[in-house]
């Protein structure tokens, strides 16, 4: 049972458009939602994280909205360049005990910008 | 800044052989974990340790040995290979737990199971 569910499985935007990356979970226990990047041959890179007690966190042209009534929250990337194409990954853990030392992972988004 | 280093990074094994992906962090990280990698599956805890001694098994723990007799190491052991464990195996590191803090990954192990 996938504990985070993400869409889309693959994405294609234009240069210069909006990427738009979703995920859903069911534990209320979570309270920490990073998102990763990774490229081709290397291993995932902490983008940007959220914590539930704020709907909205932006650093650069990466935004997380989150929407804590409907456990989901997503990835804006505004101004798409061809150096965002990579595999993003959602991710929650808990906020107590053994939860908080497990990160849970959404099974990816290839997301290639076309130049 | 070496980071988190795995070696090997590329290793093809007969099912039923053992061995063991090497992993060492020079951060000072008190939290160490092992993740696989699978198409269409993301990436999923095998193991973590939240300090010299201490190890705890994660989502998908069968078939994986470890231990961590220093900060710095967090070998992950194949005691008996399977086809099934063929996969990416990424080793990763944070100053403290998964929740709140960053946590830095190794550029992975890429394992075949003949």
């Known amino acids: 049972q996938q504990q985070v569910k993400q869409s889309p499985q693959s994405l294609i935007v234009q240069k210069g458009g909006i990427s738009i990356i979703n995920c859903a979970y069911e534990?209320?226990?979570?309270?920490?939602f990073p998102w990763y990047q990774q490229f081709p041959g290397k291993g995932p890179a902490l983008l940007i994280a959220i914590r539930p007690d704020v709907s909205e966190k932006k650093e650069g042209r990466f935004t997380i909205s989150f929407n804590k009534s409907a456990k989901q929250f997503s990835l804006h990337i505004m101004d798409s360049q061809p150096g965002d194409s990579a595999t993003y990954f959602c991710?929650?853990?808990?906020?107590?005990?053994?939860?908080?030392?497990?990160?849970?992972f959404g099974t990816g988004t290839l997301l290639a910008v076309q130049p | 800044n070496a980071g988190v280093t795995q070696t090997p990074k590329f290793q093809v094994l007969k099912t039923g052989q053992s061995m063991t992906l090497q992993c060492a962090q020079d951060m000072n990280h008190e939290y160490m974990s092992w993740y696989r990698q699978d198409p269409g599956m993301g990436l999923r805890l095998i193991h973590y340790s939240v300090g010299a001694g201490i190890t705890d098994q994660g989502e998908v723990p069968n078939g994986y040995n470890v231990s961590r007799s220093t900060t710095e190491d967090f070998p992950l052991r194949l005691l008996s290979a399977a086809p099934s464990q063929t996969s990416v195996y990424f080793c990763?590191?944070?100053?403290?737990?998964?929740?709140?803090?960053?946590?830095?990954f190794g550029e992975g192990s890429w394992l075949t199971v003949v």
């Open positions: 534990n209320t226990a979570f309270d920490y």
């Open positions: 990763a590191s944070s100053l403290q737990g998964a929740s709140g803090n960053t946590i830095y």
């Open positions: 991710a929650a853990s808990g906020k107590y005990g053994g939860a908080t030392n497990k990160l849970i």
